[in-house]
């Protein structure tokens, strides 16, 4: 399902802060992020089933993530990766818009959310939607509906990593703490997206939990005024080995 948060050009002293949990089933073959051996520009995760990812960034300073847009009644199983999308815009030349023009006509995906952006420039594109938005600088959120649709999740997730940001000093843990909180929605400020109401009740909280599916890691993003970046991500997977992965570096 996933949710991210993430702060555009609106902080004193950092021009990207993005705090992100990816949900998924615990079986899914993933690889933890780390700068991809073909791409060596390219830091992310990877799906080793697809070959693509949910969330990267580039010594460059280009980052993408996405999101899957909840609507079973639409739902295609033979539809493509939605992961290739953020790996292919992160390995190539063009800016976001740019690249997202480039796609055309994503109808054949499954739904989503994407994120393409730079130090310049960051856009917002739906294929429910099917409009691209040029986003200026500001505090956004996206869970699994549009961007800052005001599900619980999206609100709770905004105001505590808001509150977080605004400290004189706030670390990654401290955007860790904020993305590790299970509280479930109350049933009457649940979604209805036509999943069954046990599914939308398990999903209704930041970080998932059940027996075969829920938040597999956590990523938290920093780009302070000198392009220096942090990239951290915490794994939470109960049938692997959890650890914490940091990398530094400077945009290029």
């Given amino acids: 399902m996933c949710l991210n948060i993430f702060s555009y050009k609106s902080h004193p002293d950092y021009k990207l802060i993005i705090a992100a949990n990816r949900d998924e089933f615990y079986a899914r073959k993933t690889?933890?992020?780390?700068?991809?051996?073909?791409?060596?520009?390219?830091?992310?995760g990877?799906?080793?089933?697809?070959?693509?990812?949910?969330l990267g960034i580039t010594k460059s300073g280009?980052?993408?993530?996405?999101t899957n847009y909840r609507d079973p009644r639409s739902f295609r199983k033979d539809a493509p990766s939605r992961g290739a999308l953020v790996s292919n815009y992160l390995d190539g030349s063009a800016g976001p818009e740019a690249y997202l023009k480039s796609l055309g006509d994503t109808q054949h995906y499954n739904g989503f959310n994407l994120i393409a952006g730079d130090l310049n420039e960051v856009c917002y594109f739906s294929n429910v939607e099917n409009k691209i938005r040029k986003l200026q600088h500001g505090f956004y959120g996206v869970s699994n509906a549009f961007l800052d649709t005001p599900w619980k999740k999206l609100?709770?997730?905004?105001?505590?990593?808001?509150?977080?940001?605004?400290?004189?000093?706030f670390s990654a843990e401290d955007l860790f703490d904020a993305l590790h909180n299970e509280q479930k929605a109350d049933d009457s400020e649940l979604p209805h997206t036509g999943v069954p109401y046990e599914i939308e009740k398990l999903v209704s909280s930041m970080f998932i939990k059940s027996e075969t599916y829920g938040t597999v890691c956590s990523t938290v993003v920093l780009i302070d005024n000198d392009n220096r970046v942090q990239f951290f991500e915490r794994t939470h997977n109960p049938l692997k080995e959890n650890k914490t992965v940091s990398f530094e570096f400077v945009v290029e």
């Fill in 155 to 169: 609100v709770t997730g905004k105001h505590a990593v808001d509150a977080i940001i605004n400290l004189n000093n």
């Fill in 31 to 44: 690889e933890a992020a780390q700068f991809w051996t073909d791409k060596p520009n390219l830091l992310a």
């Fill in 46 to 54: 990877k799906d080793l089933e697809q070959g693509g990812t949910w």
């Fill in 62 to 66: 280009k980052f993408s993530f996405i």
